[in-house]
């Protein structure tokens, strides 16, 4: 079965300090992997997305995430944290071939103080 | 939100009424999800459709049904609310040939 798991409820940073997300997944086959996030009040905002190729993969807002495939993890990363990156972030996989219904994780709140 | 709207936007009603909530698309895109959202759990998928009069269970389908008769609006309907059904609804819509999901701002429904 595909499971997503974000180990982390909360992450606090420091504003200009680099900034790390976890998330760890479980599929069969080849993942499909997605960061999104979302702001008070708001829907889901789509951040990046792997599917194949570089390991690294850049998203909006100056994010970007690791493909670790040994790991299972695909870690969400921005060098230089901002006050306005604080919101909540998902982490969503399916497995390639499935139909295109994402598992999510549960969230992991990120707080930037300044 | 990608041209994605629901209404209301918040909902208060009682145990045992109907409460329908509606997504409307402005793009014609073919396949739409109904989620809800709750502290801890993410985003679970309710119901999904892929087509006017084609739609399918999600993982949290129980009390809830949904109907779609034309491609821009996806309505989901909760025949009998119950307390647990109090929650934040969110649709989405998936252009074909993609895995990019686009979200509505969402509909935070409370039943007392």
């Known amino acids: 079965a595909q499971s997503v798991a974000q180990p982390e409820d909360q992450v606090n940073v420091a504003e200009g300090n680099p900034l790390t997300v976890k998330c760890t997944y479980s599929?069969?086959?080849?993942?499909?992997l997605f960061w999104y996030v979302q702001y008070p009040n708001r829907g889901l905002q789509f951040l990046l997305k792997?599917?194949?190729?570089d390991n690294l993969v850049k998203g909006s807002y100056g994010f970007e995430a690791e493909f670790n495939k040994s790991q299972t993890s695909f870690h969400l990363k921005k060098p230089s944290a901002l006050v306005s990156d604080s919101a909540l972030y998902f982490c969503?996989?399916?497995?390639?071939?499935?139909?295109?219904?994402?598992?999510w994780g549960a969230g992991t709140k990120l707080i930037i103080k300044p | 939100d990608a041209g994605i709207t629901q209404s209301p936007r918040h909902k208060v009603t009682e145990t045992g009424t109907p409460v329908t909530l509606r997504c409307h698309q402005t793009e014609n895109h073919r396949y739409m999800y109904w989620y809800r959202q709750d502290p801890g759990h993410g985003l679970r998928l309710i119901h999904y459709?892929?087509?006017?009069?084609?739609?399918d269970k999600g993982e949290v389908s129980d009390g809830y049904s949904v109907s779609r008769s034309k491609t821009e609006d996806f309505l989901l309907t909760l025949e009998s609310a119950t307390s647990s059904q109090t929650s934040v609804y969110f649709c989405?819509?998936?252009?074909?040939?993609?895995?990019?999901?686009?979200f509505g701002p969402g509909t935070r429904l409370t039943v007392l």
């Open positions: 989405a819509i998936r252009p074909g040939g993609t895995d990019t999901q686009y």
């Open positions: 792997y599917i194949t190729g």
């Open positions: 969503a996989v399916r497995e390639e071939g499935s139909n295109y219904q994402l598992i």
């Open positions: 599929v069969s086959g080849n993942p499909y």
């Open positions: 459709s892929y087509g006017v009069k084609d739609t």
